[in-house]
């Protein structure tokens, strides 16, 4: 007996759901890389036939409502409301105002409860109200006073909620699709590398980071991410031509291979394997990839702005550089994120040394990416002299110290930038490469715990 | 089954007691839908943290209220894995754990994802968690203490207000000066310590030793030195340590600890911060009385703090410097290299415990051989500007003096013996310093000896200036600007000093004329010197440069 009222119980705690939808419910999501997100929510609509308002409460807190699309059989939108009103207690006072609330006063002393009648009139700064013929400010005294509302005025809810009135054709239950954007939910690529200093060989694992700030959980969804960033036409567009201090470029060459990954058009898809619970305010990782033994090339750099001089040393940047190609490299292309180099220490435990964000990298690439700066290779550059040769004509004379405290030789990418117009190298210590018109390269080889130096004449129009 | 029939059982009781409609929903679902099993991963039973500095900070010590570097946790622990699928919790993470970058290693071939959930359980969380749920709302009689309970209905809790729902009708949450709270049904299935939860899948119960490692922010470290000078200041006693903090609400207990030094690469990390939540606000309808106007500032101030910038509320949980113990241990780190870094090993295990900065011995030399050095920067064109020079200690990081090497970076305090007592002389910066570098430490300025510079003549005639002899390899040709400085430096000490005078010439300009040998440095002019006891010297100069025609 007992167990059977518990089965009835439980059938109504089923049966009772808000505006006349069944829990059968499917959602996809379809995540960018830029902090945009598409939600295809399908749902049973219980419909009545007739002119009716459906709500929805469990859709993203930061929904584009404008970007929402309601769609079922036989039924027409009338219209769409997003209603972002809170009920809050302040509102609550403030929609009753006018109309009339039950206060019961509590007597301290006795804890005997009187009831009234009482008419909101005014809620500015203190609520006054109308007992009677009496005009009160609520609690004016301190004393404890309960205030009863009857109802909760009709667009005040606990959440923003989405609001879409149909005129439906016949009543019944049918499939519906509510599909909308939302910012909140994004995705990134992490990604592990391990550097194996003995025979130069990196370890990749690449994790998807989902995240999800945007309020609500999305429960068992099918996931979709794509590496691409659609163009957004509120996304802020950047000036053009404004001079940026350019970043080290990570990619050095393009790769031109295909991989076997599903695409959208340029976009790369990523699916996730199974259905998936995104819970607010959750981190979720899912692996792509796990590739062993990438050979990878381990070096200096050092990048020298226009007339830089400094009055200590500077470090060096520490590079490691491998390809994404199929051959010899990771073998897929790889979408935007953050790569965190490990290597391991002498007890064989892996320590971190420093990250490097990517950009989407085609297969076949080659990337070269600086971890940090190294403690023992430094650079000191000094403008040595500046000499006007005519009006237009300046030469610099530029000094460059490398050291290194390393036991082995290394080799340093010296960079001289900032080389603009019709600059050339008067004169230099060592054969440069002229690797744009504005930089000139050398590679200076400094070594085991010795220095070299380098000298270079440029003349400029500056 | 049993389980949610139970829950369902006492819905169910709410719901007549109530009268109510119960919006079971989401019960029903989790009845109904296939969760994974739970399983907490046990304590770590072995710990390694490694911590690094603050990106960026190039030299200096660390700031207990604001600690900007971060460590890497690596955590041993035991797991016990029953057959299917599992969510296995590692409860007790760094709560400054950047949750992107964790790896667990050693567990079977299933992983499906990692989690982390940013939200904690709090009475906040709890609230929310309950909006459109049953509650017991308990109602204490101040006076007889005696308890009302009523079922109830969580309507909202948007801006830091609640309101609920009863039988009589719907009323606001402490809006009415009685002693009101909620009683909660479930602990809205949130986790009280940050936790990482890994899905996995396997085939059979089994027992693995897995680790998890991740990095975690709020932690720092940097090396103190102490410099001692010997009476006579030709040489100096160097001692250090690393100070190494953790601001992270989570010890590490007997953990291998390291230290890194080196500044590696971090990119602007986003960082999903923990929600920590807070407190059941209870915010009311506008509270006025006839005697006192109200003050919009009260809901304002609650409405900031409920509103506050998550970052800041992270950083607060993090800083919050509950009184950071300072524990110091004697015995010397290790030093070998990673990569292009350098790892300081703590020998013994250590206990690097919640909000507490930590010493342990970094290096111990002595009779370094130093030599003092006083400078002064002087740009041509500065007419009458006196400045008091700079006292720079100088010495060579290699072996020939006693040092040879490497100097992770941090903060000196050189102290000086007077009298049989150790003074304080100067505390600076130092940056990281390979073997093989010089040193140079700042000791401040030294009122005793002053520089003055005046402009004796701006002239754009040769022959007025021919009175001092000619730098050698200097060919006059476009020389069109001359000005003729003289520097005076006064020394009040009773000892001869060493003196540096480096010059700042505008653009292309060159000192063509000096009473003293001219040297260079880093590309600029300086004049070495030595400026008798209680005396003064003077240095006269004349430089010249192009003037720029077109902006005349």
Redo the contacts between chains.
């Keep these: 007996m007992r167990t059977r009222l518990l089965v009835i119980g439980c059938s109504i705690c089923l049966q009772w759901v808000p505006a006349a939808f069944a829990a059968e419910r499917t959602l996809s999501v379809t995540i960018y890389a830029d902090d945009l997100a598409l939600v295809q929510d399908r749902r049973d609509v219980e419909l009545k036939g007739g002119r009716q308002r459906l709500e929805f409460q469990d859709v993203s807190a930061q929904i584009r409502p404008e970007t929402v699309s309601l769609t079922a059989a036989d039924i027409s939108i009338v219209e769409q409301n997003f209603d972002f009103d809170l009920l809050t207690p302040a509102k609550l006072m403030e929609k009753a105002v006018g109309q009339e609330v039950t206060i019961v006063r509590v007597n301290p002393a006795s804890g005997a409860e009187t009831r009234e009648q009482a008419l909101v009139l005014a809620t500015n700064g203190g609520v006054v109200l109308k007992i009677g013929q009496r005009i009160e400010v609520l609690r004016d005294d301190g004393l404890p006073v309960r205030v009863i509302f009857d109802k909760v005025p009709d667009n005040l809810r606990a959440r923003p909620t989405l609001s879409v009135t149909v005129i439906g054709g016949r009543s019944g239950s049918r499939q519906a699709t509510l599909s909308y954007l939302t910012p909140g939910l994004g995705w990134k690529a992490d990604y592990v590398a391990l550097y194996n200093e003995s025979d130069g060989k990196i370890d990749v694992q690449g994790w998807v980071t989902l995240s999800n700030s945007s309020g609500v959980t999305y429960d068992n969804a099918q996931t979709l991410l794509v590496a691409g960033s659609p163009a957004q036409a509120d996304a802020g567009a950047r000036p053009a031509n404004v001079y940026r201090a350019q970043p080290r470029p990570s990619l050095q060459q393009p790769g031109t291979e295909s991989g076997s990954r599903e695409r959208l058009g340029d976009y790369y898809l990523y699916p996730l394997a199974e259905r998936t619970t995104i819970a607010n305010l959750q981190t979720k990782q899912v692996s792509f990839l796990d590739v062993h033994g990438v050979p990878a090339e381990h070096g200096y750099e050092y990048r020298n702005a226009w007339l830089g001089t400094s009055e200590t040393p500077q470090s060096a940047k520490s590079i490691y550089s491998f390809s994404t190609g199929a051959h010899a490299g990771l073998g897929d292309q790889l979408p935007a994120g953050i790569l965190r180099f490990y290597m391991r220490d002498k007890r064989g435990d892996p320590q971190f040394i420093g990250e490097s964000r990517i950009d989407h990298t085609p297969m076949g690439s080659t990337l070269s990416l600086a971890t940090g700066d190294a403690f023992d290779v430094k650079v000191h550059a000094v403008v040595e002299k500046r000499t006007r040769l005519s009006t237009f004509d300046w030469q610099s004379d530029m000094r460059y110290d490398l050291t290194n405290a390393l036991p082995r030789p290394v080799t340093v990418k010296l960079l001289q930038q900032g080389l603009w117009g019709d600059s050339r190298i008067k004169a230099e210590s060592l054969k440069s490469t002229r690797r744009s018109a504005e930089t000139a390269e050398w590679a200076v080889t400094v070594p085991a715990n010795g220095k070299a130096s380098l000298t270079a004449s440029f003349e400029t129009r500056f | 089954m049993r389980a949610a ?1 139970k829950r ?2 006492f ?2 009781r709410l ?1 007549l007691a109530a009268g109510l ?5 989401a ?3 989790a ?3 296939a969760n994974p099993q739970d399983t907490s991963a046990d304590k770590p039973s072995a710990l ?1 943290v ?1 911590v ?1 500095r603050a990106p960026g900070r190039e030299a200096g010590s660390i700031d207990l209220d604001d600690l900007g570097g971060f460590a ?1 946790i ?1 955590e041993t622990r035991t797991v016990h894995l029953p057959a299917g699928t599992i969510r296995l919790r590692f409860e007790g993470v760094a709560d400054g754990i950047e ?5 667990v290693t050693g567990l079977p071939a299933g ?9 904690l359980l709090s009475p906040a969380a709890l609230i929310a968690a309950a ?2 749920k049953p509650v017991t709302l308990l109602r204490t ?4 203490g ?1 308890l009302q309970r009523l079922a109830g209905t969580v ?9 609920f ?1 009863t039988s ?6 402490r ?4 002693p009101e709270t909620f009683i909660f049904t479930g602990a809205a299935d949130l986790a009280a310590t940050p936790t990482l939860s890994v899905l996995v899948r396997s085939s059979t119960p089994m027992t693995r030793t897995v680790t998890l ?1 991740y ?1 975690a922010r709020g932690f720092d470290w940097a090396a103190d030195y102490v410099a001692t000078l010997s009476a006579d200041g030709k040489t100096a006693d160097l001692g250090a340590w690393v100070t190494l903090a953790n601001g992270n609400g989570v010890g590490f207990p007997d953990a ?1 600890t ?1 230290v ?8 602007s ?1 986003e960082v ?1 911060p923990l ?1 920590v939540g807070g407190p059941i606000l209870a ?9 006192d ?2 003050t919009p500032m009260v809901m304002q101030l609650a409405g900031a703090t409920r509103g506050m910038n998550m970052d800041r509320m992270y950083k607060m949980t993090l800083a919050a410097p509950a009184a950071l113990e300072e524990v110091v241990v004697a015995r010397r780190v290790q030093q ?8 300081y ?1 703590v020998p013994d295990r250590t206990t690097v415990a919640s909000r507490q900065s930590k010493q342990v011995r970094l290096m111990d030399r002595s009779g370094i051989p130093v030599t003092f050095v006083y400078g002064v920067d002087v740009a041509v064109g500065d007419d009458d500007a006196k400045e008091p020079a700079r006292r720079l200690l100088r010495t060579k990081n290699d072996a020939a003096n006693h040092l040879g090497l ?1 100097l992770p970076s941090g903060r000196v305090a050189v102290f000086a013996v007077q009298q049989g007592e150790r003074l304080l002389q100067h505390e600076s910066d130092i ?2 310093l ?4 010089e040193v140079e430490v700042d000791m401040g300025e030294s009122p005793d000896v002053q520089a003055s510079v005046r402009t004796e003549t701006v002239d754009i005639d040769q022959r007025k200036v021919r009175e001092l002899p000619l730098v050698p390899g200097v060919i006059l040709r ?1 020389v069109q600007i001359d000005e003729l400085t003289r520097v005076e430096v006064s020394n009040a000490r009773a000892v001869a000093i060493p003196f540096e005078l480096r010059v700042r010439l505008p ?2 300009g060159r000192v063509l004329r000096a009473d003293h040998p001219l040297g ?1 440095k ?2 600029r002019p300086i004049f070495r010197l030595t400026v008798p006891a209680n005396g003064s010297a003077t240095v006269r100069f004349q430089s010249g440069h ?1 003037e ?3 902006h005349r």
């Design positions: 029939s369902c059982g819905a169910m719901i409609p119960a919006s079971g929903v019960w029903g679902a009845a109904m839908a390694a490694t690094y890497l690596t949750p992107a970058s964790a790896i992983v499906i994802e990692k989690n982390r959930d940013a939200k909006v459109g009689d101040k006076k007889s005696k309507l909202s809790d948007a801006e830091g207000g609640v309101v729902k009589e009708g719907i009323e606001a949450l809006c009415s000066g009685l490692s990095l291998h390291q890194v030094a080196g500044s590696v690469n971090r990119e990390g999903e929600d915010q009311c309808w506008p509270r006025g009385s006839t005697s106007q109200p070998e290299q990673l990569g292009d870094l350098k790892l090993r490497p940056r990281d390979a073997v093989g570098e476009s653009e292309g260079t880093n590309g192009n720029d025609k077109l």
